[in-house]
């Protein structure tokens, strides 16, 4: 898988677990402490999420950061 594909794949993990936990961007992005059109620009894929930023939200979520790194078999 390759670096752009991979970032898509975080960024779409992510959303789901967003949307599994009954969150919204607002939360979310105080929790990772970055701005609503940071999260927004991870969300869709136009910038990768920095792992330190995963590391924020999973722990928000309470999910593992290794969910959102998972890879498809």
């Known amino acids: 898988m390759d670096r752009l594909n991979a970032g898509i794949g975080i960024a779409r993990r992510v959303n789901l677990a967003i949307c599994e936990a009954g ?8 929790a990772a402490d970055i701005t609503i059109p ?34 498809a078999a």
């Open 38 to 71: 940071e999260l927004e620009d991870r969300l869709s894929g136009r910038v990768d999420f920095e792992l330190d930023e995963l590391v924020r939200v999973g722990g928000f979520l309470h999910v593992p950061v290794s969910r959102f790194m998972e890879v």
């Open 23 to 30: 969150s919204d961007v607002l939360s979310v992005s105080q």
